[in-house]
């Protein structure tokens, strides 16, 4: 059964590395892939990456509400317009912040079983993937976020 791993925070270093491209497949990363999904799903996150659970490996997982995908290896060929919006991450409590990202996007990426897979994500999806696959190059959104959000300011939105 998938457990559900602790997320680690800002300040930790393991969030700031360069994650390592897969290599390997088979029962090991299923496993991993299945712990990330459980564990974004407990914590009622819409994306998360591997380094988020102190895995450097290029990981993704999101789910914007249709459903489940999985980004091993993902890599951003192409992002087009500009849009901003507040954005939160599981591993920065408390606060979120206005971020500018690419309106849409397309994604190489891998599969399970190592095929290699396009996903074209506009909106809310291509901000999460933007900000997820930020994760794996040690960036977070409060580096690039132009105005912080205070939890407390939630109720407004
Ligand atoms: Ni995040």
């Not at 490996?57 to 060929?77: Q, S």
């Not at 599969?111 to 930020?134: M, P, V, W, Y």
């Amino acid at each position: 059964m998938a457990a559900v791993r602790e997320i680690i925070k800002l300040g930790d270093p393991l969030l700031r590395q360069q994650a390592i491209r897969v290599r390997r497949f088979g029962a090991h990363l299923n496993r991993l892939l299945d712990d990330m999904a459980n564990t974004m799903y407990a914590a009622q996150g819409c994306g998360l990456a591997a380094p988020q659970i102190g895995v450097s490996k290029c990981l993704v997982v999101a789910d914007d509400g249709h459903g489940l995908v999985e980004l091993i290896n993902p890599v951003i060929v192409k992002a087009e317009g500009e849009a901003s919006e507040v954005e939160y991450c599981l591993s920065v409590p408390k606060i979120g912040g206005e971020v500018t990202r690419a309106q849409s996007i397309v994604v190489e990426a891998l599969d399970r079983e190592g095929n290699s897979q396009i996903f074209e994500a506009t909106g809310f999806k291509a901000r999460i993937l933007q900000h997820e696959i930020d994760h794996l190059h040690g960036r977070m959104f409060v580096d690039v976020m132009t105005r912080e959000v205070r939890d407390e300011d939630k109720d407004d939105e």
